[in-house]
């Protein structure tokens, strides 16, 4: 007869219905009564449904070469020698009988711990995949936008300043070509033209970098840079430098 600890050790094998009739028997009267071997054959069931239910994508050649590699320098272990299995004892038992644990019984849960395991990292392969880029940035966005515009300026100082805008994403982008520094204590700053007036989209803070215009795109009927001091201004001081509208003289593609 089952013992009352070696109860406690089948909760993995119940959990997949690897138990004979007077086994499950036994083991779903010790079930009635010990809250703890509830707790863990459920744990086991949801265990099992992730097993059944998780998907992965196909990982990279790469990753097939490594795990490989990996492989054939593990040192595989000798043979086991057959020996006689010994009645283990259970220490503290409650109704005194000693059990031997079946070692596939043993295994059952080491198994599905192991599966829960592959299923936390199938769920990460698919959040995060190294291999894959899934981010693509506000600026790519709107310059390969179906609906977007471009114009370009020549600058006074020389070099030139490309304006991207899509209407759909609301957005515009501003991409400068060989611009002259703005001068000490200056910066470029970039405005829309909207219905109130010209309304500050930011400074340009890397000319050698794309910027992306803060503000509403869609509803401006131009954007313009002018030279600012380092702090930007609230309105223009000075005439721009490159003026963009939107109305007239962009043409299709970033």
């Not at 070692?103 to 059952?108: E, H, K, P, T």
């Not at 880029?133 to 936008?145: F, G, L, M, N």
């Amino acid at each position: 007869m089952t013992g009352m600890s070696d109860s406690h050790a089948l909760s993995g094998a119940y959990a997949v219905d690897a138990l004979d009739d007077d086994e499950r028997a036994v083991f779903e009267n010790h079930l009635a009564a010990c809250a703890a071997c509830r707790a863990e054959v459920a744990s086991f069931h949801e265990t099992a449904a992730l097993v059944a239910e998780a998907t992965a994508d196909a990982p990279p050649a790469s990753l097939r070469a490594g795990v490989l590699a990996g492989i054939r320098e593990v040192r595989p272990l000798p043979p086991e020698a057959p020996r006689a299995e010994a009645p283990v004892t259970s220490a503290a038992s409650q109704d005194g009988d000693a059990t031997v644990v079946p070692f596939r019984r043993r295994l059952l849960p080491a198994l599905l711990a192991s599966a829960a395991a592959v299923v936390l990292l199938a769920a990460g392969l698919l959040v995060w995949q190294p291999w894959q880029s899934t981010t693509t940035s506000v600026a790519d966005q709107v310059r390969h936008a179906p609906d977007a515009v471009s114009s370009t300026q020549q600058l006074p100082g020389g070099g030139e300043m490309t304006l991207v805008r899509s209407a759909s994403l609301q957005r515009a982008v501003l991409v400068a070509h060989d611009v002259p520094s703005p001068g000490a204590g200056k910066t470029y700053q970039l405005w829309l033209a909207q219905a109130g007036g010209m309304v500050s989209a930011g400074l340009v803070s890397d000319t050698s970098d794309t910027t992306v215009l803060t503000g509403d795109a869609a509803t401006a009927t131009a954007a313009a840079v002018s030279v600012e001091p380092a702090t930007g201004s609230a309105q223009p001081t000075t005439d721009p430098v490159a003026l963009f509208p939107f109305s007239a003289g962009a043409k299709g593609g970033a």
